[in-house]
């Protein structure tokens, strides 16, 4: 019998992360999980700019119990799960045939013949995958483990590794995670909360629905007082309600952060930039804009003086996604990138009040190709002035702009602020067509770096690790050649910037066929806001809705942030 397990375990994949084929013997692997000799990963707590708690990280949550925790809710779990426990041998055939004759009777599976051995079995080693090869080897390591271990043993390990939904691993994980407490500090109610967990722990997690958790717990209460026990109605929570937060993003974006860092070993809290407030007002409108019946996404990041993410947001159809578009997304900026422009001809020696022509713009490339520059709504001006243009977004004014001066002090701009390759830019990449588009995340650094007057800064989102520091990259200055050259740029930037009831959001707005965006800044933060079209507008409709109008619905946020209160001064 020992052969034929030792020969199952080979091929069975550990949850545990064990060599199977190299360790010794199986059941010292789970006796080390037993004992918590073997640390499971375990999580760590996500914190706003304030230090409150905002969510848990991504790897797994657990924490181990005792034995006198263990014999707080055993009998509770042995009622709902498995009533003969101390009687069967790992499977019970009793179980097993009531189970049979009440699916045969309703037709579908109602009740399940599996032991807490069987489940532990199957969390620990096996997996969920529904197949005969499966059972099999289930039954038997069901058999094994009780010929091994205790019965006490047993169910001491069910606790602590049986899945509670929302990653959170064993009971005492569950407690904390959801009441906040140990598990030998919450109410009977609560226990009996955490044990209605164990049917769909998905569906019936808090954080995922709370009407549906607090429905299976009066279920639970109801049935276990119809069975002798006494469960009073306490407050299920009497201090810090679980609120529904849908994190997936944050918890990504920590994640890849601490890898970028070399950070995952012994995390306990994570300190982010993030401010709760801004965040919610942001939220709040995104979620509204993104039920625009032409609007699939809205996506919007900010930054604050130091270039630490204080909001990341991204909504289609009225609900938050899980992917990043501000920080994995690849956008074209189009005109949005004509400051640059203008920023790489001024330290060459332009000025805002010099005049160039708008009016249609060929360039001959080479013997096939040509150049092709056209205004939005074919609408030309003249002889105009480089301020007045970037305040028009005058795309032919630009074009010849950019043939005016040495273009690669343009290109090695963008390179230096990390926009894009040298290889992936052209002639289109003047008015802001590049060959492998931008993250909303580093077109807001860049527009930081004017808001700093040529200081850049790597955006970042964690400031500090179990209450350690974590130091920022080295902080850039660019070579500026003249002495106005920031206090020019800001000035074309109001110009083409949004005005809102008497105040103005320097920025510049860019778009595309089927995107629209507005780059910008304030005193304390700079940010982007984006979204994408279902249906490509037309040029001429007076009614199109595009990221300035965004702006505009944001605006009192954006102008009421407070940057003191967040940087801690």
Known sequence: MHFLMEQIIRNINFKTGFDTTRSPSLWEIVKSILMDEHQLPRSYSILNSKGHHISLGKMIYHRPMTDDDVDLIKKYILELEDQRFYQHIGIDFRSIARAIVVDFKSKRIVQGGSTLTQQLVRNMFLGHRKCFSRKIKEIILAILMEVRFTKNEILRM??????MGNGIIGFQSASFAIHRKP??????????????????????????????????????????????????????????????????????????????????????????????????????????????????????????????????????????????????????????????????????????????????????????????????????????????????????????????????????????????????????????????????????????????????????????????????????RYPAKQDELFCDIKKALIQSGIYFRGEILSGKSGTTKNTSLFAGYTDDIAYVAWNEYRVA?????????????????????????????????
């Not at 039920?291 to 947001?313: G, H, M, P, Y």
């Not at 040029?539 to 801690?568: F, N, R, V």
Request: glycine content about 6%.
């Open 158 to 163: 069910y606790c602590n590794n049986v899945y």
């Open 183 to 476: 598990i030998n500090q919450i109410n009977p109610l609560q226990i009996v909360s955490l044990v209605g967990l164990l049917r769909l722990p998905v569906k019936d997690n808090p954080y995922v629905s709370q009407s549906a958790f607090f429905k299976r717990t009066r279920q639970v209460q109801g049935f276990l007082n119809g069975k002798g026990f006494t469960i009073p109605d306490e407050n299920l929570f009497k201090s810090n309600p679980i609120k529904r937060i849908n994190k997936h993003r944050l918890q990504n974006l920590v994640s890849r952060e601490l890898s970028d860092l070399d950070l995952q070993e012994n995390i306990k809290t994570v300190r982010t930039s993030i401010n709760s407030s801004f965040q919610r007002d942001i939220d709040n409108s995104l979620r509204k804009i993104s039920t625009n019946k032409n609007i699939s996404k809205v996506a919007f990041i900010a930054l604050n003086r130091k270039a630490e993410i204080v909001a990341e947001s991204s909504w289609g159809d009225g609900c938050e996604t899980k992917f990043s578009v501000p920080t994995q997304g690849e956008i074209q900026p189009g005109s949005s990138l004509k400051p640059f422009l203008l920023l790489a001809a001024l330290n060459q020696g332009k000025s805002l009040s010099e005049n160039f022509l708008s009016a249609p713009y060929r360039k001959k490339i080479d013997s096939v190709n040509t150049w092709k520059v056209r205004n939005y709504q074919n609408r030309y001006h003249g002889s105009i002035s480089l301020l007045h243009a970037l305040g028009i977004s005058d795309n032919t004014v630009f074009a010849r702009l950019a043939d005016s001066i040495d273009i690669n002090g343009y290109y090695n701009l963008l390179n230096w602020l990390g926009l894009s390759e040298l290889s992936g830019l052209t002639l289109s990449s003047c008015i802001g067509g590049l060959k492998h588009g931008v993250s909303l995340r580093s077109l807001a650094a860049s527009y930081l770096f004017i808001l700093n007057d040529g200081l850049y800064r790597g955006p970042r989102l964690i400031t500090a690790v179990n209450s350690g520091m974590v130091t920022q990259s080295s902080v850039l």
């Open 537 to 569: 507008p037309n040029e001429s409709d007076p009614k199109a809705y595009h990221a300035k109008d965004m702006i505009l619905k944001m605006a009192d946020s954006i102008l009421g942030y407070d940057g003191y209160s967040t940087l801690g001064f």
